[in-house]
């Protein structure tokens, strides 16, 4: 393996395109045309109405009867109505009225909306079950019965028409944000953030919000259409301002009225209302679509929570974390299903324990259940996971937070994902070393460059100023191990943190965790599949295989002496072990998928050594002596030579 780093080295990979979510929306919707288009209408539209006494040609209410009904003029560019008032004046001036009722409705809407929305989607749990609760009622009261019953009530106050209509309305846009932010909150840098140790509030603002900003910009534009209609409507029926006060809605009401004299008159208010509707559509569609990726936020399934029932097994002397009889269920559109069972290790303070198995095995469930970060559908059946003496499965929420980040960090297997796409290197980490050290920013600065050169980065203050997707994703991985030294962790979790790194650059990363565990005595549990990285990197390995720990030993006895058929299998199809010359073997068949699990050894169905007995029941794991485990019932014979 390589040791060092090539310090001049900026791109060890490519670099990965642009988050759709960094960009401006506005910045996008400009740069279509339909964005433009509609963008530039409708500021013309409010911006002339506002000042609609300096640029309306005519006092909306000063009658001409001899010009009434004249079609457009050079003096009345839209013509004169049955009064002879000036149509193009009232249209300006009845746009402040329209357009303010417009604003008031958004205003409440979005007041109610997006902290509803959000609270129900990040927090989830009771608060969003009440918060469901809540809209479904609300969805299901007329909102119109009880906005004709409030204008009546308020003699025709249309700016409490309209709050109301935005706060009833707010029901449905409630909904689309929980979606979204519940969506957000299964992101992986979400998950880092907390596993980091940011408060919630901090989450919400810094990564949730911004997030949903696509949905909250789509669904207030779609409700500004639709109260406009409305607010025409209830002023077409003369439950607005009261004549001769302009108003759009009134104005088609006289122009309904005299539309055998004059068709014209209906043109320009219907077709000003038509086209500011449509406007109002054609925004939200278009945002609809720059942010379709974020937007399309589903529920997902969630599994019941429920409190693990404890396990038995005393943890090993003195380790730092103690896995006993894990078990995780996940729900799916099929049922229940068990993706691990009783799995147990532990480790020790400073050492590293490799997780290995196929794809599929179970490592990366184990590592997050362990860690409090399993997917919504999954929830932990039953075990422990004593973290210096405290079961981190059984863990409330908020006593979480004091061990996140600073007592335990992760780095995951996609640096870019851990990495919040909206802010700079330097922000992300100041923002951690900050709620780790409560340090100023001066300070927290200077942190931030001590823990870039403790990673070996190369010009940390250049890279601070960079986004994650301008730098590669070696680079991406240091500064995620960067940010998970910030709290100066006990124990880290490394989740195959070189597999999506190329070659030379996993080597570095390796030498790097190594030298870094060194340096700061913290211990590693590193999910991997490959045993040139257990060989070179770990002291334990746990062997799982369909959701069970099949082997459990010291690296030097699983290498000399394997006590499992599959560890035999696996280790034989690691490329270290191929025969010059001869293909890498591979174990014939496959991992058999939750669900489809055996009654009796799981790996029966691939082993060289199975007899009936393996297939009877299930098999316990065998006490080897000296540290080892083996979950088969030849492990014995194995180990003693009798066995093939
Ligand atoms: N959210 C989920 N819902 C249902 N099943 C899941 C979920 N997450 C993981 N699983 C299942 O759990 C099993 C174990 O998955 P896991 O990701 O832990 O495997 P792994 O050993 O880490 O594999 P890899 O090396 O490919 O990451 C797999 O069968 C997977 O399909």
């Known amino acids: 393996m390589t040791a060092g780093v090539d310090t001049t080295q900026t791109h060890d990979g490519p670099a990965a395109p642009a988050d759709p979510a960094r960009q401006s929306i506005v910045r996008s919707l400009l740069r279509t045309p339909r964005g433009l288009l509609t963008v530039g209408f409708l500021v013309v539209l409010f911006v002339a109405s506002l000042l609609a006494p ?17 079609g457009p003029s050079g003096q009345y560019w839209l013509g004169t109505d049955g009064l002879g008032r000036d149509v193009l004046s009232r249209l300006l001036y009845g746009g402040r009225s329209s357009l303010l009722g417009v604003l008031e409705g958004v205003v409440a809407h979005v007041i109610v909306a997006v902290p509803l929305g959000i609270a129900a989607g990040y927090l989830g749990g009771w608060t969003d079950r009440i918060i469901t609760r809540v809209v479904d009622i609300v969805m299901s009261v007329p909102t119109i019965v009880i906005l004709l019953a409030l204008l009546t009530m308020f003699d025709r106050n249309i700016s409490a028409a309209m709050i109301t209509l935005g706060a ?4 449905g846009t409630t909904r689309m944000i929980r979606a979204a932010a519940l969506s957000v909150r299964g992101e992986l840098f979400v998950s880092a953030a907390e596993l980091l140790g940011l408060s919630r509030p901090q989450i919400l603002f810094r990564h949730i919000l911004p997030r949903c900003r696509g949905v909250i910009i789509v669904q207030v534009s779609l409700f500004a259409a639709v109260a406009l209609g409305i607010q025409t409507g209830l002023t077409y029926l003369s439950l607005g301002p009261p004549p001769p006060a302009p108003t759009w809605g009134g104005m088609v009401a006289d122009a309904a009225s005299s539309v055998s004299n004059d068709p014209w008159l209906l043109v320009p208010a219907g077709g000003l209302i038509g086209i500011t509707v449509l406007c109002f559509g054609i925004l939200g569609d278009t945002v609809r679509d720059i942010t379709a990726q974020s937007s399309t936020a589903s529920a997902g399934l969630r599994a019941p929570r429920r409190r693990p029932e404890p396990a038995t097994g005393a943890p090993e002397e003195g380790a730092l974390l103690s896995v006993r009889e894990l078990s995780v269920t996940f729900r799916t559109p099929s049922g229940d299903r068990d993706v691990l069972t009783s799995v147990s290790f532990d480790v020790q303070p400073g050492e590293t324990l490799g997780l290995v198995g196929e794809s599929g095995s179970g490592k990366t469930v184990t590592a997050r ?7 919504n559908n999954g929830a932990v059946a039953h075990g422990s996971a004593r973290f210096d003496g405290v079961d981190l499965l059984a863990l409330p929420r908020k006593r979480w937070a004091a061990l996140r980040g600073k007592r335990i960090a992760l780095i995951s297997q996609e640096p870019m994902v851990a990495l919040d796409p909206s802010f700079t290197v330097g922000a992300q980490l100041r923002e951690v070393v900050r709620a780790h050290d409560h340090s100023g920013r001066a300070e927290a600065h200077e942190r931030v460059l001590e823990l870039l050169r403790l990673v070996e980065l190369p010009d940390p203050e250049e890279i601070v100023k960079q986004y994650p997707f301008q730098i590669s994703g070696g680079m991406a991985q240091r500064v995620a191990i960067a940010l998970a030294l910030a709290g100066r962790p006990d124990l880290l979790v490394a989740d195959e943190p070189t597999t999506a790194l190329d070659v030379t650059v996993q080597a570095e990363i390796l030498d790097l965790l190594r030298r870094l565990q060194q340096e700061t005595g913290m211990a590693i549990v590193l999910v991997t599949h490959d045993w040139g990285v257990v060989a070179d990197s770990c002291s334990r390995v746990a062997v799982m295989y369909a959701g069970q720990v099949v082997e ?3 690296v030097e006895d699983v290498f000399r002496h394997p006590s499992h058929p599959y560890t035999r299998a696996l280790m034989a199809t690691s490329p270290e072990h191929a025969e010059r010359g001869r293909p890498i073997a591979a174990i014939a068949g496959q991992v058999p998928a939750p669900g489809t699990w055996p009654t009796g050894c799981r790996f029966a169905a691939r082993c060289p050594l199975m007899t009936e007995a393996c297939r009877r029941e299930p098999v316990a794991m065998v006490d080897l002596g000296e540290g080892r485990d083996s979950r088969c019932l030849m492990a014995t014979s194995i180990l003693e030579g009798t066995s093939a």
């Open 552 to 554: 459990r030993a010291d």
């Open 369 to 375: 259940a362990v860690l409090g970060l399993l997917e």
């Open 54 to 70: 300096v640029v309306a040609p005519h006092d909306p209410l000063h009658q001409e009867l001899k010009h009434a009904l004249e």
């Open 168 to 171: 009833l309305s707010a029901a």
